[in-house]
């Protein structure tokens, strides 16, 4: 099946699934029912979980599985779970609005007063030619590294390039149907792996975690929480990241390495680490900056060495992904092993 096949077929089954979605939550009043949410979402999670394999051919067409696994399987999945539980954005949004919510990776501005995406569609649609040039140049600029450690640190900001491209063409799509907030914010100038995750990171990914995982356990119906639920809110959030991040690898490679679910649950047990001590250690101005910002690469850094490149890497997934954008294919499938 061609690549754009995948994606109209991938896209009709979106639809058809969202507006069962949509059917469930006005007909059967899903939103005062969690229970009955939660089973009316499971043939959901499961069709969209075989979507990548109906639409697209692992082997050949890597980069596209990836995408739909990502868009479909997981985070419209999860956001088709936020509308059931009636935990989504923009509770009066349009029928319209949630739709394209709920088939787009795009983060809904659900508060006025953060600042909105203010670039136009065709900006948007500039600003994905501009990166897509720019991975170009990078991954070609790869051959020229001799150390795997830089190599790894270029990869980080390829994946950067790669996503943020992808939502700016969704967001030049739904630019005009809603407000938006921005989807990566200079992540690699984060003083804290709260800031990281929270509000600079594909935060689109965040948001419907938060929507899904962490309202369920600290609901907005309630107004104050013990400490403990809502670190272990923290957690949970991060653990299921973890399982759907390592179960892509799984999809992939057809075998559980555990890396990718370490990665994102210690990187929730380091925010909750991190929370206690900024509750108990205060640091204020340039001093505050400078060791929040060190604190933070020096751990993504570290445990993106040992978790998350390790895997790919060893699947030989960096080599079919760069290899779409090189000049020099055979050299970089042996230089990323």
């Known amino acids: 099946m061609l690549v754009v096949q995948g994606i109209a077929l991938s896209f009709l089954i979106e639809v058809i699934t969202s507006l069962y979605v949509l059917y469930c939550m006005k007909k059967w009043k899903t939103t005062k029912y969690k229970s009955f949410a939660l089973l009316c979402w499971i043939p959901c999670f499961i069709l969209f979980l075989i979507v990548p394999d109906l639409c697209f051919n692992k082997e050949d067409q890597i980069v596209a599985y990836i995408f739909c696994y990502a868009v479909v399987s997981w985070w419209s999945s999860f956001k088709a779970l936020a509308v059931l539980l009636g935990q989504q954005p923009l509770q009066n949004a349009s029928t319209l609005s949630l739709l394209l919510w709920i088939w787009f990776p795009l983060t809904m501005n659900d508060r006025s007063d953060q600042e909105k995406v203010s670039e136009t569609s065709p900006q948007l649609l500039l600003r994905f030619v501009l990166k897509l040039v720019l991975v170009w140049g990078l991954v070609n600029f790869l051959v020229f590294i001799p150390s795997a450690f830089v190599c790894h640190v270029i990869y980080a900001f390829l994946l950067y390039l790669f996503c943020s491209l992808l939502l700016d063409l969704c967001a030049a799509i739904c630019k005009p149907w809603f407000p938006l907030d921005i989807h990566f ?51 949970c959030t991060f653990v299921v990241s973890g399982i759907m991040h390592e179960l892509l690898l799984f999809r992939i490679n057809g075998k559980v390495t555990g890396h990718w679910f370490i990665f994102f649950t210690l990187h929730g047990v380091l925010l909750v680490i991190e929370k206690m001590g900024s509750k108990r250690f205060h640091y204020s101005g340039t001093l505050s900056f400078v060791l929040g910002r060190i604190w933070c690469l020096c751990l993504l850094i570290i445990t993106s060495e040992y978790f998350f490149w390790r895997p790919i890497l060893d699947s030989g997934l960096v080599a079919k992904a760069v290899s779409l954008f090189s000049i020099d294919e055979n050299y970089l499938e042996r230089y990323v092993k």
């Open 185 to 235: 914010d200079k992540p690699f100038l984060s003083n804290s792996l709260s800031d990281f995750w929270s509000k600079r990171w594909n935060v689109q990914a965040a948001k419907t975690l938060y929507y899904t995982v962490y309202l369920s356990i600290c609901p907005n119906t309630q107004r104050y929480y013990p400490q403990w639920r809502k670190l272990a809110a923290v957690i």
